[in-house]
């Protein structure tokens, strides 16, 4: 059998490693194992993308500049630059980043930039999520990178928001629970199944979705 780490397609080897995570129950060995694995593969996997890893260091670059004194700041643009790049093995077939691949990475970023939770900011968030899709499907980019992502990105920045921002209770719970049900949810079944169930949309991002415009329009409105 090909090895993990040379397998071309990620979710191929995600199943693979899933499979193997679960036929062993999940046991402390075979998580440690599992992670190693997965390590491996995301190194081997971002090094055959000399390019795409030097544009995501690049804009990551600039956006560490920016985010400098801020909270939460360079560390916020850190904590994405790892995530990206031990993800590059996504892209599948493509060796750069896409346009609106870099959209969804300034997205993912804007709580760690200035202005970035401003009162526009969760307008601004709806409009490059809407912008990226757009080009990817246009440009004909789409890809599991841009996919996973978007998901994650939304996540992050609207959770931060919320948190920080949304004086209701209700609306807060609401929306944290939206937004981190489609990542539990896609990452209880890969474990209980031991492969990749589809990515949760739009069935599960729906409530999302529309929680995301109640909580922009409430932050953009509050006095």
Excluded: K
Excluded at 63 to 75: E, F, I, S
Excluded at 122 to 135: E, F
């Amino acid at each position: 059998m090909e090895p993990v780490s040379e397998m071309a397609a990620s979710r191929a080897a995600t199943n693979a490693l899933l499979a193997e995570l679960r036929e062993d129950r999940l046991a402390p060995e075979a998580v440690v194992r599992f992670l190693g694995q997965a390590a491996h593969r995301s190194l081997r996997q971002a090094a055959r993308r000399p390019r795409a890893l030097a544009e995501l260091t690049a804009l990551h670059a600039v956006l560490y500049t920016l985010a400098a004194g801020r909270r939460p700041g360079p560390g916020w643009v850190a904590a994405s630059w790892v995530l990206a790049a031990s993800h590059l093995g996504l892209l599948e077939h493509r060796t750069r980043l896409a346009p609106a691949d870099i959209l969804t990475l300034l997205r993912a970023n804007l709580p760690a930039l200035p202005g970035g939770t401003g009162r526009a900011s969760g307008v601004l968030a709806v409009g490059l999520d809407l912008a990226d899709g757009c080009l990817a499907r246009h440009q004909g980019t789409t890809s599991p990178f841009g996919d996973y992502a978007d998901t994650f990105a939304d996540a992050a920045f609207w959770m931060l928001l919320t948190l920080r921002h949304e004086p209701n209770p209700a609306v807060r719970a609401a929306a944290i629970a939206a937004w981190a049900m489609p990542v539990v949810t896609v990452t209880g079944l890969a474990l209980r199944r031991g492969a990749m169930p589809e990515r949760p949309r739009p069935v599960l991002l729906r409530p999302a979705a529309a929680l995301q415009a109640v909580v922009a329009l409430r932050h953009l409105t509050r006095r």
